[in-house]
């Protein structure tokens, strides 16, 4: 007797002579299908310890494998696991009425009368119509994800009718089971604060108006048919983004050649912020909702590294490579710095009253030499006009 632990570890050790490569079987809701057994076998015999054996294995892609049938000692047993699957004569499988839940792995594990390992052969199985779709958007749109098949949710007669499901998955593994169901041709809208902004259309999409942040997160529907049979299940996610503020650096220089470094974003935003200080030793951090402030007590350079992220996809960089002065030269180089400020001043204000007074003094030249010349001239004519004597003397 071998468990099935032991029939697992045999297959990875033992491949076995199957086809080597893992086959592709695309299918759609609905539809049957077979997997094959690809070798004649042994299964019908009067002396039991002559058949061969089979064991068929699952698993979903994010799961543990499982066995939903095996046929041994010319007998086949079944775990209900995959109620619609069922085991052929020759010992393929058939699955009959595909679901959704029939899309994953499949395989065959195939042994002789002796229990000596002689075939694996894995399979994997694509149900069309189950949608993983990534959606990117803004605060502030409006967002419709849509239900892509048709389904009879009016009806005269309430036990007709399809029913929908909407399940939501928040970033932090938040879940809420249900936001809408329809069943029975009536709606049910489960109430929850996060999402007072979303509504059902007519046909059974789910639609976002004026998307908020809170919006984030996956957003999965079931279907079933009138007797509740899955027929499809789709997958949304949806990325709520915000974009990016451009990071602002800043550095100041403080004593001992330490320096306190800042990066910040503007107010009213909620980015991710990452500041990354190479080179310094004895950082200390302090946060608040919009900037980092580092203080590093350690000669330079640093290279300073300020990360703003939105999102997946969006973000922005600012770096900068610094080195801070010692003290003495620091202030020494201050102090130089406001001399020759205050000279340079100086001499420009020195410079522009000589330029006045020259100017005012030369204005006064040219005015003098005006009048002089003025006078000199009343003078000529005054001696140039003739002499006139009165006769009546």
Request: hydrophobic share 35%.
């Given at each position: 007797m071998f468990s099935l632990r032991v029939l697992l570890l045999w297959a990875l050790l033992y491949p076995g002579r199957g086809n080597g490569d893992e086959e592709k079987i695309f299918t759609r809701p609905g539809s049957?299908?077979?997997?094959?057994?690809?070798?004649?076998?042994?299964?019908?015999?009067?002396?039991?310890?002559?058949c061969d054996w089979i064991t068929w294995l699952y698993k979903k892609s994010s799961g543990l494998w499982i066995k939903i049938a095996e046929h041994r000692n010319c007998h086949l047993s079944y775990l209900r696991d995959l109620p619609n699957t069922r085991i052929s004569e020759n010992g393929s499988l058939i699955i009959s009425n595909v679901t959704?839940?029939?899309?994953?792995?499949?395989?065959?594990?195939?042994y002789n009368s002796t229990g000596h390992?002689?075939?694996?052969?894995?399979?994997?199985?694509?149900?069309?119509?189950?949608?993983?779709?990534?959606?990117?958007?803004?605060?502030?749109?409006?967002?419709?994800?849509?239900i892509r098949r048709h389904l009879t949710l009016n009806n005269t007669d309430t036990r007709r009718c399809d029913r929908i499901e909407w399940n939501y998955i928040g970033p932090t593994r938040y879940i809420v089971p249900i936001i809408f169901l329809h069943?029975?041709?009536r709606l049910k809208k489960y109430e929850n604060k996060l999402f007072s902004n979303i509504r059902l259309s007519e046909n059974g999409s789910l639609i976002i108006s004026n998307v908020t942040l809170e919006n984030d997160g996956i957003y999965i529907v079931y279907l079933y048919n009138s007797t509740g049979g899955l027929?499809?299940?789709?997958?949304?996610?949806?990325?709520v983004e915000v974009p990016v503020s451009v990071p602002l650096l800043h550095v100041s220089c403080l004593q001992n050649d330490s320096a306190e470094i800042s990066c910040r974003v503007e107010a009213g935003t909620k980015p991710n912020i990452h500041l990354s200080v190479i080179g310094g030793s004895q950082e200390r951090y302090s946060t608040s909702a919009n900037h980092i402030t580092a203080i590093v007590e350690s000669p330079g350079p640093w290279n300073i590294t300020c990360?703003?992220?939105?999102?997946?996809?969006q973000s922005e960089e600012s770096r900068a490579g610094v080195t801070c002065p010692e003290e003495s030269q620091s202030e020494m180089s201050s102090g130089w710095g406001h001399f020759l400020s205050?000279?340079?001043?100086?001499?420009?204000?020195?410079?522009?009253?000589?330029?006045?007074v020259n100017d005012l003094r030369k204005m006064k030249n040219e005015k003098n030499r005006s009048e002089r010349s003025t006078r000199r001239r009343d003078q000529m004519e005054m001696e140039m006009e003739p002499t006139y004597y009165d006769d009546c003397y």
């Open positions: 049957d299908f077979l997997i094959p057994i690809r070798r004649h076998l042994t299964l019908n015999h009067t002396d039991t310890e002559r959704p839940e029939n899309d994953g792995r499949y395989s065959v594990i195939i390992h002689i075939q694996t052969d894995d399979y994997t199985v694509h149900v069309e119509g189950n949608v993983r779709e990534e959606i990117f958007t803004r605060p502030g749109s409006d967002l419709l994800l849509p069943w029975q041709c027929i499809q299940t789709d997958y949304y996610t949806v990325h990360t703003v992220k939105n999102g997946v996809s205050s000279g340079v001043v100086f001499v420009l204000y020195t410079g522009l009253l000589i330029f006045m």
